[in-house]
């Protein structure tokens, strides 16, 4: 079986949970104002922060999704690295200093600046926790796929420790011991996967056991009854949490010139080498059987490595090779939104908040981008590491990096999964801490006008992030099989069809009105919501529907929701422009 629980990698597991725990407890004392629970009192260091932007945004899509999507379809899965890194450029150049000058706790306090309106406050914190909550549940799926092999339980249980752990973070210090959690978990993240590239290196490539003559494997055949009873090819298998019936896969199947192995090769080599190379890739089809059981068929095939490094193998990136507009149209939309939606994301735009100055803010954001930059160019190196590695699960594409760390050796596997471990922590800390703020700053005490002080504002806090994270319990069991990079892509739809225009606007557009902003974040935000829920991958990924009755012509959402944002401000605001009350507060 491919997992089978390892003592080492519970040992290191558990050092890590026993250090973050202690590390928010230490951290306690200064999370007593409303300030220093949601901002970490202004205190913290450009360079700290500029590495916790970095643990915050390379969540488990990042490491998890992206290797898993390279591993499995090639160059596709670095397409998102470009495009979640492409965001940050927006949120250097013209994000990054005004959102510190602008706002105190939360993404609200900076739209409303210049207004006192509820309904901004209303529409930014609605905005807020509809984004937090897409985006944690891909953090919480991520969670669960680590914990069956690293401690063999499910993922259920997985998903369960993941946010009790975090709701005690986020409870006993708020954003303090989330940055330095981030912080440490960034800095790990990026170093174990630099060790982890120059491990793949030194061993180079090599042909899989068996296909010398280049003969393809048999293909495997899980079939899952509805008990949760497993078989291959009609033999029971048990029902042991956290088993896999398949076999390590993921081959060459021929190298240049007949060799059988490369030997060391450095980065650009690797890559020429692949690209001369013949890969096995597998697919899947699964069927419903009469009794309503499930036959999965994993089936391999040839690829040539040029076409593995070539862009248009995974569904959501067939627009560039498809002649179907539709297809180019989804292509396009999903990069529009991944470009958009890193500087409309609320957890990573209250994050601006935690340090002194603009000047800082701006330090900082080159930092992260630094950091999530080099990390980005690591992930190609792990997925094709993993596609080659023979260390392949075929039935989740999420386990791809942790596996590949297991082919060199329990100690690192169990340090690369931990830290994985750490990097859903540090990112759902940070989603939590946004959705607390949307409902008690801005709901609260901003729309309903509640006068709390700052002792109970803290409790309020403290009691949100509990039930923010009951909630991301349960969408991270219900949404296990999904690929958590996939997930991702929604959220950052959602979030720049929702927040970038009213952002932007605000900034560079003196007309804008509140009557502007509250339009087009509500537009935003409830049309790229509807627009998935409709689309061909939501009916066959979630309501297990034929894809082709779906109501959207393409899943991506961006390319029409985000230029309907900024129409609906633009028109909104100039048929309230000489309304009272709808322009900038006096003084």
Wanted: glycine share 12%.
């Amino acid at each position: 079986m491919i997992y089978e629980p390892s003592a080492t990698a519970v040992v290191i597991f558990c050092l890590f949970v026993a250090f973050t725990l202690g590390l928010s407890f230490y951290f306690g004392g200064r999370a007593r104002s409303v300030k220093g629970y949601y901002a970490a009192g202004g205190s913290i260091h450009w360079f700290v922060n500029g590495i916790a932007f970095a643990g915050d945004y390379l969540s488990a899509a990042s490491f998890l999704g992206i290797c898993g999507m390279i591993a499995f379809y090639g160059y596709d899965g670095f397409l998102y690295s470009v495009g979640y890194l492409a965001g940050w450029i927006v949120a250097l150049f013209v994000i990054a200093e005004p959102i510190k000058r602008l706002g105190r706790y939360t993404f609200a306090d900076a739209l409303d600046n210049r207004f006192n309106s509820r309904g901004i406050k209303l529409a930014a914190a609605t905005s807020t926790l509809a984004v937090s909550i897409f985006y944690l549940i891909p953090q919480m799926v991520g969670a669960g796929v680590l914990i069956k092999p690293l401690l063999g339980f499910s993922h259920t249980f997985g998903v369960i420790s993941v946010g009790t752990v975090v709701v005690l973070i986020v409870v006993t210090a708020g954003m303090v011991s989330t940055t330095y959690v981030q912080f440490i978990k960034g800095a790990l993240l990026v170093a174990f996967s630099l060790v982890l590239t120059a491990l793949i290196l030194q061993r180079g490539l090599r042909v899989g056991p068996g296909l010398e003559r280049g003969d393809l494997p048999p293909a495997q055949i899980v079939t899952v009854k509805f008990t949760g009873e497993r078989f291959v090819n009609g033999k029971p298998q048990g029902r042991g949490p956290g088993q896999s019936d398949l076999e390590h896969v993921g081959h060459l199947s021929r190298l240049p010139g007949g060799a059988t192995h490369t030997g060391p090769l450095g980065p650009l080599a690797f890559l020429s080498t692949l690209g001369q190379s013949e890969v096995v890739l597998w697919s899947s089809k699964t069927e419903k059987l009469s009794d309503g059981s499930t036959t999965t068929t994993y089936t391999p095939r040839k690829v040539p490595g040029s076409e593995v490094l070539q862009p248009g193998n995974h569904p959501s990136f067939n627009g560039i090779r498809s002649e179907k507009l539709s297809d180019k149209l989804n292509f396009l939309s999903l990069m529009l939104a991944l470009f958009c939606g890193t500087a409309s994301l609320p957890h990573i735009l209250i994050r601006y908040y935690t340090v002194k100055d603009a000047a800082s803010a701006r330090k900082s954001t080159i930092v992260g981008i630094g950091s999530i930059g080099f990390f980005y160019v690591l992930t190609l190196f792990l997925g094709l590491g993993a596609m080659t590695s023979g260390a392949i699960d075929v039935s989740n594409s999420n386990m791809a990096a942790p596996l590949l760390a297991r082919s060199f050796g329990e100690m690192l596997f169990a340090a690369i999964s931990a830290i994985a471990f750490t990097t859903v922590l540090g990112t759902v800390s940070g989603l939590i801490i946004a959705a607390s703020g949307a409902v008690v700053h801005d709901l609260l005490t901003g729309y309903f006008r509640l006068d709390l002080h700052d002792a109970n504002k803290v409790r309020a806090g403290k009691f949100v992030s509990v039930v923010v994270g009951i909630v991301a319990i349960v969408l991270g069991i219900a949404f296990e099989k999904l690929n958590v990079n996939f997930l991702v892509g929604w959220a950052f739809s959602v979030a720049a069809s929702a927040n970038l225009p009213s952002l932007v606007m605000l900034l560079f557009w003196r007309g804008t009105t509140r009557e502007g902003i509250t339009a087009a974040i509500f537009t935003g935000m409830v049309s790229s919501l509807a627009w998935i829920l409709l689309s061909a991958e939501t009916y066959e990924n979630v309501y297990k529907l034929p894809p082709e009755s779906a109501i959207v012509p393409f899943s991506q959402p961006g390319i029409v929701t985000i230029p309907l944002g900024f129409l609906t401000l633009i028109v909104v605001s100039l048929f309230t422009q000489g309304r009272v009350g709808t322009g900038p507060r006096k003084g």
